[in-house]
């Protein structure tokens, strides 16, 4: 039975500040991954602290912290069959220096702070994680609006109109004439 999953992504401050967003996200799709939603934003100190609060008690944590809310970052949705163990060999090892060759973090990461890439652990942290940045109830609102959206361009659209005028054909040509009448 397939086990389609999805798991949160993100392409730290030292990727995207060496502008290999697009390098990286190829490596997701090559390897069958979906990126299924993608943002690119820059979180505060305190955003960061609340993501890696699992790590609040390590000596790591101040800097991590202040990393990865030093710059931009890509956080991405990304979906496989067993996407969040697929996508934690695809990263490597956190240290890039003990990373397997081919891995993201063996080709891009720098070191074990700036390692280039964040995957979620586990299921349950994915489902966290990616709730963390990509809201569900913005994801509904977002929703609705691409529905209102759509509504609009069909409205006023040139076909709606000529359906409009098909359906009530008799009605506009009457009211032609109508206008006609009165006019003369
Ligand atoms: N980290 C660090 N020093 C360490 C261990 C981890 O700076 O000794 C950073 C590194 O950026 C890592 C992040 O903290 O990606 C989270 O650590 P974790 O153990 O969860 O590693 P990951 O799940 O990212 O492989
Ligand atoms: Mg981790």
Redesign the pocket.
């Known amino acids: 039975m397939s086990n389609i999953e999805q798991t949160l992504s993100i392409i730290?401050p030292d990727a995207v500040e060496r502008n290999l967003q697009e390098e990286i996200k190829k490596k997701f799709i090559e390897n069958g991954f979906i990126i299924k939603k993608e943002k690119k934003i820059q979180i505060s100190k305190a955003e960061a602290e609340e993501f890696?609060k699992?790590?609040e008690t390590?000596?790591?944590y101040e800097?991590?912290c202040n990393?990865?809310s030093s710059g931009p970052i890509v956080v991405m949705i990304i979906e496989k069959v067993n996407a969040v163990l697929e996508n934690?060999k695809l990263?490597g090892?956190?240290?890039p220096l003990k990373a397997e060759d081919g891995t993201i973090?063996k080709i891009y990461g720098i070191?074990?702070?700036?390692?280039s890439?964040?995957?979620s652990?586990s299921v349950d942290n994915a489902k966290i994680e990616i709730e963390f940045f990509f809201k569900s109830w913005e994801q509904f609102f977002a929703k609705l609006l691409d529905k209102v959206y759509f509504l609009q361009s069909k409205f006023f659209s040139r076909g709606f109109w000529v359906c409009l005028f098909l359906k009530f054909e008799f009605f506009f040509v009457l009211l032609f004439y109508q206008s006609q009448i009165n006019y003369f």
Do not use: C, Q, W
């Open positions: 730290k890696y699992v790590h390590k000596p790591f800097e991590l990393y990865l934690r990263m090892a956190t240290d973090r070191s074990i702070d700036k390692n890439v964040h995957g652990d």
